[in-house]
T-cell receptor, first 112, second 111 residues
Framework: KAGVTQTPRYLIKTRGQQVTLSCSPI?????VSWYQQTPGQGLQFLFE???????NKGNFPGRFSGRQFSNSRSEMNVSTLELGDSALYLC???????????FGPGTRLLVL | GQNIDQPTEMTATEGAIVQINCTYQ??????LFWYQQHAGEAPTFLSY????GLEEKGRFSSFLSRSKGYSYLLLKELQMKDSASYLC????????????FGKGTSLLVTP
């Protein structure tokens, strides 16, 4: 089975721009979670989608949003980028809520 | 709220055994996960504990005590490739089973 894939792998943006990141879960997995990883804060939960519905949201501003499609693929969007948004964005999929999450390679975002 | 603590750094010698501890104080608890993350790579799943006791998987074992809010990851017969960050994460049902991670323990294995 193919693992979780994320595109793009690297991105450079400037402050004020917006960005969309994509995640394709493991085949058959319906739950997709997004995390932000920075050296200072570690891994922090952004949100989780299941069957096209956002079920949980972490403590991030409304500039961070996401969605899930009928094929379980998910996108996250960050609007009005700030320097502090520079991070590794990781997507993880699981067969259902509470099950083991498997991570993709991540998208490394640099905001200049 | 939740508080998950693990040592920042550890060093051990190739062939030795190392124990990485994780303590947590959380509102509700579903299970505890350990992940390994090499520099520049994604976290990879190592183990999952939901009941008290020891789970063994090859060179890696993980222990959980729910009453004490304590877990450890035991790595035996250390290899150079085990140099990585080890992340402890707690699954919280009140947060929809989102994973709450500790800051990670950076393990360096020396010859």
């Amino acid at each position: 089975k193919a693992g979780v894939t994320q595109t793009p792998r690297y991105l450079i943006k400037t402050r004020g721009q917006q960005v969309t990141l994509s995640c394709s879960p493991i085949s058959g997995h319906r739950s997709v979670s997004w995390y932000q990883q920075t050296p200072g804060q570690g891994l922090q939960f952004l949100f989780e989608y299941f069957s096209e519905t956002q079920r949980n949201k972490g403590n991030f501003p409304g500039r961070f949003s996401g969605r899930q499609f009928s094929n379980s693929r998910s996108e996250m969007n960050v609007s009005t980028l700030e320097l502090g948004d520079s991070a590794l964005y990781l997507c993880a999929s699981s067969s259902s809520q509470g099950e083991t999450q498997y991570f993709g390679p991540g998208t490394r975002l640099l905001v200049l | 709220g939740q508080n998950i603590d693990q040592p920042t750094e550890m060093t051990a010698t190739e062939g030795a055994i190392v124990q990485i501890n994780c303590t947590y104080q959380t509102s509700g608890f579903n299970g505890l996960f350990w992940y390994q993350q090499h520099a520049g790579e994604a976290p990879t799943f190592l183990s999952y504990n939901v009941l008290d006791g020891l789970e063994e998987k090859g060179r890696f074992s993980s222990f959980l005590s729910r009453s004490k809010g304590y877990s450890y990851l035991l790595l035996k017969e250390l290899q150079m490739k085990d140099s990585a960050s080890y992340l402890c994460a707690v699954s919280l049902p009140l947060s929809g089973y989102a994973l709450n991670f500790g800051k990670g323990t950076s393990l360096l294995v020396t010859p």
